[in-house]
């Protein structure tokens, strides 16, 4: 089955940038979609299609990929970064989508 | 924008059903596909099923095929997961989430906005 493989925790300074990757096979020919989960609450999209943000996510957030390797960096990050993030893909083989194992982002 | 409102979970035995439920507002509930995501306590994300605008088509993740049915009431903007034999492993937050298509270059792609803010479920003796 399809796996997505995220580093289980990240930690970054107030202000600096984090980058928490994904990686997986073929993810270069799968659109990646990343969310947010703050604790306690639903997950919130902030990337879509590698790259994209939503209306209301701030510019800090972006998407990039190259090869296998899929990256969500944080820059300046704020105290309310502080969160789990989870990358995405749909799987058009089997129709399934498929979830990363998450990144705790710790803003220290 | 749109908004999710999920019902229905709580503690049932192992062996036992549930039926969750799903109130959508703010956009035009028959124009989407929509799935349930569960989350088990401490654990990732999971997606268990969808399905697609007029209810004819639904699929599933392996471990929940032959005992969970997703449906939805278009009339009502109602979606639903009917939860039968239920296991420990069953144990989560449940959302239900809408389904979005893009496509970039090419390629289609699917994923989640908005999502509901979750029904826990808890299968215990």
């Known amino acids: 089955s399809y796996e997505l493989t995220q580093p289980p925790s990240v930690s970054v300074a107030p202000g600096q940038t984090a980058r928490i990757s994904c990686g997986g096979d073929?993810?270069?020919?799968?659109?990646v979609h990343w969310y947010q989960q703050r604790p306690g609450q639903a997950p919130v999209v902030v990337v879509y299609?590698?790259?994209d943000r939503p209306s209301g996510v701030p510019e800090r957030f972006s998407g990039s990929k190259s090869g296998n390797t899929a990256t969500l960096a944080i820059s300046g990050a704020e105290a309310g970064d502080e969160a789990d993030y989870y990358c995405?893909?749909?799987?058009?083989?089997?129709?399934?989508?498929?979830f990363g194992t998450g990144t705790k982002v710790s803003v220290l | 924008e749109g908004q999710l409102v999920e019902t229905g979970g709580g503690l049932v035995q192992p062996g036992g059903s549930l039926r969750l439920s799903c109130a959508a507002s703010g956009f035009t509930f028959s124009f989407y596909w929509m799935s349930w995501v569960r989350q088990a306590p401490g654990k990732g994300l999971e997606w268990v099923a969808n399905?697609?605008?007029?209810?004819?088509?639904?699929y599933y993740v392996d471990s929940v095929k032959g005992r969970f049915t997703i449906s939805r009431d278009i009339a009502k903007n109602s979606l639903s997961l009917q939860m039968n034999s239920l296991r420990a492993e069953d144990s989560a937050v449940y959302y239900c989430?809408?389904?979005?298509?893009?496509?970039?270059?090419?390629?289609?792609?699917?994923?989640?906005?908005?999502w509901g803010q979750g029904t826990l479920v808890t299968v215990s003796s």
């Open positions: 995405q893909v749909w799987d058009s083989s089997s129709d399934h989508y498929v």
């Open positions: 989430a809408r389904d979005l298509v893009t496509v970039l270059r090419g390629v289609p792609s699917r994923w989640f906005d908005p």
């Open positions: 299609d590698d790259g």
């Open positions: 399905i697609n605008q007029d209810g004819s088509e639904a």
């Open positions: 073929n993810i270069g020919g799968n659109s």
